[in-house]
C-alpha cells in the first residue's frame, strides 16, 4: 500500500469513526483535517470534494461490513 493509499485508508477510518458518533450529515473535511492534523487543502487532495469523501466513506463501510459478515 502507497503512503498516499494509507493516509486516505486513515482518514476514512477516522471519518467512520465521526459518522458513528455525529451521524454522516456531521461529518466535514474541516472537522476531519482538525482531527487528523492535517490541512484542509491536504484532506480535500485526496478526495476531491466533500461528496467524493461521502462516497468512499459509503464505499468503505459497505466493504468493512461485508468483510465482517464474510468471517
Known amino acids: 500500500m502507497s503512503k498516499g493509499q494509507q493516509t486516505r485508508a486513515i482518514i476514512l477510518t477516522e471519518a467512520l469513526r465521526a459518522a458513528s458518533v ?3 450529515q456531521g ?5 476531519l483535517a482538525d ?5 484542509k487543502s491536504g484532506l480535500f487532495a485526496r478526495f476531491g470534494s466533500k461528496e467524493e469523501l461521502e462516497k468512499a466513506l459509503l464505499d468503505e463501510a459497505g466493504r468493512q461490513l461485508a468483510a465482517y459478515f464474510a468471517d
Open 22 to 24: 455525529e451521524g454522516f
Open 27 to 31: 461529518i466535514s473535511i474541516g472537522m
Open 35 to 39: 482531527r487528523l492534523k492535517m490541512s
